[in-house]
């Protein structure tokens, strides 16, 4: 049987290492002020024992890393696939304390380099599946390429229009 990671990364990214190349130099973020910790996510770990977690949403990856480590600690095989534009909502955007944390470079956010930064300091990797994609058309993707989510997260979009 093929490690859940390897079976994402050949289903989604044509077997090639999304992490390889590199580098996390000046990338870092430890920004943690969500609820990313909450006990939910151990439980869900515990008792579902998901082989494939689609978290919808992922930002700067602090829940996706509580997932991953869950998995770590009870011995599953198994993969957190964080679909995320990366682009950010229009909440951070505005927000002035979180939007140096967008990374903008060119008038665009870089922040996914600190979702792979984070992924990579953090030894969770392995775990770790990026799908830089909006949610729906992720959905058919992961769709298209047999991908079952045995359970999904969602934090995306906190935009009222969006989560309506």
């Not at 990797?125 to 959905?139: G, I, R």
């Amino acid at each position: 049987m093929t490690r859940a990671w390897d079976d994402a990364i050949q289903r989604l990214h044509d077997g090639k290492d999304p992490f390889e190349g590199f580098d996390p130099e000046g990338w870092i973020d430890e920004a943690d002020e969500w609820d990313s910790h909450n006990p939910i996510f151990d439980e869900s770990v515990h008792s579902l024992r998901p082989r494939v977690i689609v978290e919808v949403g992922s930002f700067l990856g602090a829940s996706a890393r509580h997932f991953a480590a869950a998995l770590q600690r009870e011995g599953i095989d198994g993969v957190v696939i964080c679909v995320d534009t990366f682009l950010a909502e229009q909440v951070l955007w505005t927000n002035p304390p979180w939007r140096p944390h967008l990374r903008h470079v060119n008038g665009r956010p870089e922040f996914y380099k600190a979702w792979m930064a984070n992924a990579l300091a953090s030894g969770l990797s392995q775990y770790l599946c990026p799908l830089p994609m909006a949610s729906t058309s992720a959905a058919r993707y992961l769709a298209a390429r047999g991908v079952v989510a045995d359970l999904v997260y969602i934090d995306g979009s906190h935009d009222e229009g969006d989560v309506y």
